[in-house]
């Protein structure tokens, strides 16, 4: 089944405790992305991968940095996690940048730093 | 940057049509999208519409595109329960994807 994973589901944690959230995907897409889901803000997206070994920052990045060293895996690493950075997260994938890109959404995690 | 805006919140009565809109800031934009979120569930894409296009109809579904005002809708006909969800618009903007923050459509029995 063609699918956006993501693991841990829901995690909580403390301060200043480094975390990594997976996503991995099974599509062969070249496009990956995470977006983190704040109430009334809608889904802000935190860094995107247009393929591997390239990453760019999107609209809010500070805090977090992503690697991707193979295409179908896109970690979000949150070094010193902070009370902000509690949200709900989505990473997402598409086969590429192009004219018509429809993005496939893992299912969320759900994150509270204390 | 590209700036994405929609009401919050919308109630309509099961059986009427629902009209959502959403404006836009950057007219670069190829596609604007309409996403829907239910509960506990990640975004999936309900519908696009190619910026070079007025309208698109998709069973239930119809997106009015005006460009000039920069405004978007996406009108649901014959609304259900099962269309409770948040629905959010998107644009693509350079390598970014822009979404709105939702709009939270509540369905009335």
């Known amino acids: 089944e063609a699918q956006v994973t993501q693991n841990p589901r829901y995690l909580i944690t403390v301060t200043g405790k480094k975390l990594t959230v997976t996503c991995s995907q099974n599509?062969?897409?070249?496009?990956m992305s995470w977006y983190r889901q704040d109430p009334g803000l809608g889904l802000r997206q935190i860094y995107y991968?247009?393929?591997?070994?390239?990453?760019d920052k999107g609209d809010v990045p500070e805090g977090y940095k992503v690697s991707r060293k193979e295409k179908r895996n896109f970690p979000l690493i949150l070094e010193s996690p902070s009370p902000n950075q509690t949200s709900l997260y989505f990473c997402?994938?598409?086969?590429?940048?192009?004219?018509?890109?429809?993005?496939?959404f893992g299912p969320g995690t759900r994150l509270t730093v204390l | 940057g590209e700036d994405v805006e929609q009401s919050l919140f919308l109630s309509v009565r099961e059986g009427d049509s629902s009209v959502i809109n959403c404006t836009y800031t950057?007219?670069?934009?190829?596609?604007l999208y309409w996403y829907k979120q239910e509960p506990g569930a990640g975004l999936q894409l309900l519908t696009y519409?190619?910026?070079?296009?007025d309208m698109k109809q998709d069973q239930r579904l119809t997106v009015l595109l005006n460009k000039k005002d920069k405004h978007l809708s996406l009108r649901i006909a014959d609304t259900q329960t099962g269309d409770s969800a948040i629905y959010f618009c998107?644009?693509?903007?350079?390598?970014?994807?822009?979404f709105g923050p939702g709009t939270r459509l509540s369905v009335l029995p």
């Open positions: 997402a994938s598409s086969p590429a940048l192009g004219p018509y890109n429809e993005q496939f």
């Open positions: 599509m062969n897409h070249e496009y």
């Open positions: 991968s247009m393929n591997v070994e390239v990453t």
């Open positions: 950057d007219s670069s934009s190829t596609y």
């Open positions: 519409i190619f910026s070079n296009m």
């Open positions: 998107a644009s693509d903007y350079g390598q970014n994807f822009v």
